[in-house]
């Protein structure tokens, strides 16, 4: 993905009352979730895009596009899982997993997990991890994507952003 520059809108991190971490949401963005430590984060697109700042674990990204369910895209929950599917599906050498639900987020969610080939990546294999969070307002779809062999690399971190996932305004 091309990236616009480091932090282009507003990064907002904010303590709630008490002893909850501190929070990061984009300017704009229906999202927040716990701020985690050693991330660059941007706006991409419709995307917001954690990148580690250590070179370590580069190539490892992780991605929350948030999907505004109105007249436009009004799909059910069931429909949206069908369409997240058949689009992973579409990639190139594309392993997709059935979905499994998340059973430690704030809102509903369910999990793809699946391997492909990047055209762009000359025959390299990638993981992912693909979850879909269902709010009153939105679906959000965060991803984490590297190298085969690497989806470890950030896997907590992972996991903290879709537990501490939830919907803003």
């Excluded at 069908?82 to 704030?106: G, I, Q, W």
């Excluded at 693909?130 to 991803?143: I, S, T």
């Excluded at 950030?154 to 996991?159: N, R, Y």
Aim: hydrophobic content about 35%; overall charge negative.
């Amino acid at each position: 993905m091309k990236f616009l520059g480091p932090v282009l809108f507003a990064l907002s991190v904010s303590a709630c009352q008490g002893t909850s971490p501190p929070r990061s949401q984009l300017e704009g963005e229906p999202v927040s979730f716990v701020s985690l430590d050693g991330y660059t984060i941007s706006k991409d697109r419709d995307a917001t895009i954690l990148t580690p700042k250590d070179d370590a674990r580069k190539g490892s990204t992780i991605v929350i596009r948030s999907v505004r369910l109105d007249g436009r895209n009004d799909r059910s929950p069931e429909e949206i899982l069908v369409a997240t599917r058949a689009s992973l599906e579409a990639m190139p050498e594309a392993r997709v997993s059935s979905a499994a639900r998340v059973e430690d987020s704030n809102l509903e969610a369910m999990q793809f997990d699946l391997s492909f080939e990047p055209r762009s990546k000359d025959g390299e294999t990638y993981e992912r991890q693909h979850v879909v969070l269902f709010g009153d307002a939105y679906a959000f779809h965060v991803l984490h994507t590297a190298p085969k062999g690497h989806l470890g690399d950030l896997a907590k971190d992972f996991h903290r952003v879709v537990e501490t996932l939830e919907e803003e305004g």
